[in-house]
């Protein structure tokens, strides 16, 4: 079992920045891709980002060039650097770990979840 602790969250001003960070415990060596994923209220949960043990990165199209993601393996932590936050990244974010060693942004396909924390971004 892997478990996932997501921190960092809080309300900041559009153009601001924040960084979670996801801590996890557990079997960590077999979860090599971490991905953040987010949802906010009404919506489907979303692919954020994702980084393979490799430090191989994919993100979407909405964050690119404004979030970064990035793992400290020796600390088994995650975190996604968030700048030129807009009221559109509201949502709560989720870490989420995937056994299997290939990235994908379908959320189904990971198999441990934190419990999230929440983004607000004020107009």
């Known amino acids: 079992q892997v478990q996932l602790v997501e921190s960092g969250g809080g309300l900041v001003q559009a153009g601001g920045s924040l960084r979670l960070s996801c801590a996890a415990s557990g079997r960590t060596f077999s979860t090599p891709v971490i991905a953040w994923f987010r949802q906010a209220p009404g919506k489907e949960r979303e692919f954020v980002a994702l980084?393979?043990?490799?430090?191989?990165?994919t993100y979407a199209d909405s964050v690119k060039g404004r979030f970064t993601i990035s793992r400290d393996n020796a600390k088994n932590t995650a975190y996604l650097q968030m700048n030129s936050l807009k009221p559109e990244d509201t949502a709560v974010y989720y870490c989420?770990?995937?056994?299997?060693?290939?990235?994908?942004?379908?959320?189904?396909?990971?198999?441990?979840w934190g419990q999230g924390t929440q983004v607000t971004v004020s107009s």
């Open positions: 989420a770990a995937r056994r299997l060693g290939v990235g994908t942004t379908t959320p189904n396909s990971y198999d441990y």
């Open positions: 980084i393979n043990w490799n430090g191989g990165t």
